[in-house]
Structure formats: structure tokens, C-alpha cells
T-cell receptor, first 116, second 112 residues
Framework: DAGVTQSPTHLIKTRGQQVTLRCSPK?????VSWYQQALGQGPQFIFQ???????QRGNFPDRFSGHQFPNYSSELNVNALWLGDSALYLC???????????????FGPGTRLLVL | GENVEQHPSTLSVQEGDSAVIKCTYS??????FPWYKQELGKGPQLIID?????GEKKDQRIAVTLNKTAKHFSLHITETQPEDSAVYFC???????????FGKGTRLSVIA
């Protein structure tokens, strides 16, 4: 049973460029959440996708956008990259549905983005 | 919003000793508290979680305790081994749609 997969593993971009990161959730999961993890910090929530719609959003600017496909995989797009966007970007999958019980989230290995 | 504080930031123990990591949270609505282990170059791996309807949960050498009145929860690792060396994160969330809020992590070093 494949876990959460992410691509690419590493990426180097220059300021002002755009980047797209990809995530495939754990088999059977339908919800994808994206987190940004700066060096030495805990992951920070960016947004969550369920049924191809953005369901929740953290305190990130509109330069960060996403998409979820019918097969539940997801993309994270970041426009106009800053140096400060350098981080590990993590995707977590869970089984959505009911709104009441918090769902266990399983993380992928992450994509390390370096902005020069 | 929720705020999670985690202590200590670094912890060194001798192999075979116990390690305890503590977290406090601010939102009384939080009712789910997972712990993740992150090794160098990898994503966080869920090691144990607890929901607010229980006070303690154990899985082999790992246990988590929760005190909802005081709004704190702790991770206990007994009989530590060198492979337990990693960064450990606590997190909290409430309803199913609420994202996880993480602590800043504890770097655990187990010295052989």
C-alpha cells in the first residue's frame, strides 16, 4: 500500500519564478493538506483540499494556490517566489467526510525548495 | 487561534533511559493531539495520537498523556534506543476540518 508521495524531491528556483509541486495521497484518502516547514520550525498549514475545493486556508498570501484533481492528487503552486519561500513543502493526506472528528493525517517526504 | 508550545527544544538522554517531551495548547476546543517523529531529510511520521476522550494511550515503548483541564499533553519514550534520535513534534486540532497546529519541535539525541 503506497503512502503519500511527492514530487519533485528537490527544486532550485530564482526569485520571481513560479513553481508547481505535486502530491499523491495515501490509497483510499480523499483529503490533501499542504504545509510549509521552514528550517528548525514546525510545519505551518497552507491550505486543505477536499472534493476538488479549497476547504480551509492558513495565513499565506494569494501567491500560494492549489488544485485537487478527480483522482484526489493535488498540486501546490507558488508564484513570484521570494527568498523566504525556501522551505520544505509537505503534503498530508487524510480521509475526509464528516466535519466533527479530527482526521489522522499522514505526511509525505516533502519537496525541498530553494529560492536563490 | 490555537497556539502550541513545546519543551524542551533539545533533549539528550543515555541509551536505555526515558525521555519526556511536554506540550501545552491554548484552545480549549482542541480534542486531537498527535505526535510526529521526523528524521533528517524525511517527512513527519505519525507515532502516536490521543483524543480527548482518553487520558493516556500506550504503544510499546511510547505513551502519551493528556490533561485537558491544564491543557497539556506529554510524550513518554521508555528504554530509549539510538534509533529514537530525531526531531519530535506535537500538534493539536479540533474539528475535522481544522488543520493541525504544530509545536516547534524537540531534537532528541540518544547517546549510546
Amino acid at each position: 500500500d503506497a503512502g503519500v508521495t511527492q514530487s519533485p524531491t528537490h527544486l532550485i528556483k530564482t526569485r520571481g519564478q513560479q513553481v508547481t509541486l505535486r502530491c499523491s495521497p495515501k490509497s483510499g484518502h480523499d483529503t490533501v493538506s499542504w504545509y510549509q516547514q521552514a528550517l528548525g520550525q514546525g510545519p505551518q498549514f497552507i491550505f486543505q483540499y477536499y472534493e476538488e475545493e479549497e476547504r480551509q486556508r492558513g495565513n499565506f498570501p494569494d501567491r500560494f494556490s492549489g488544485h485537487q484533481f478527480p483522482n484526489y492528487s493535488s498540486e501546490l503552486n507558488v508564484n513570484a517566489l521570494w527568498l523566504g519561500d525556501s522551505a520544505l513543502y509537505l503534503c498530508a493526506s487524510s480521509l475526509g467526510g464528516g466535519q466533527y472528528a479530527p482526521k489522522t493525517q499522514y505526511f509525505g517526504p516533502g519537496t525541498r525548495l530553494l529560492v536563490l | 487561534g490555537e497556539n502550541v508550545e513545546q519543551h524542551p527544544s533539545t533533549l539528550s538522554v543515555q541509551e536505555g533511559d526515558s525521555a519526556v517531551i511536554k506540550c501545552t495548547y491554548s484552545d480549549s476546543a482542541s480534542n486531537y493531539f498527535p505526535w510526529y517523529k521526523q528524521e533528517l531529510g524525511k517527512g513527519p511520521q505519525l507515532i502516536i495520537d490521543i483524543r480527548s476522550n482518553v487520558g493516556e494511550k500506550k504503544d510499546q515503548r511510547i505513551a502519551v498523556t493528556l490533561n485537558k483541564t491544564a491543557k497539556h499533553f506529554s510524550l513518554h519514550i521508555t528504554e530509549t534506543q539510538p534509533e529514537d534520535s530525531a526531531v519530535y513534534f506535537c500538534a493539536a486540532s479540533s474539528s475535522g476540518n481544522t488543520p493541525l497546529v504544530f509545536g516547534k519541535g524537540t531534537r532528541l539525541s540518544v547517546i549510546a
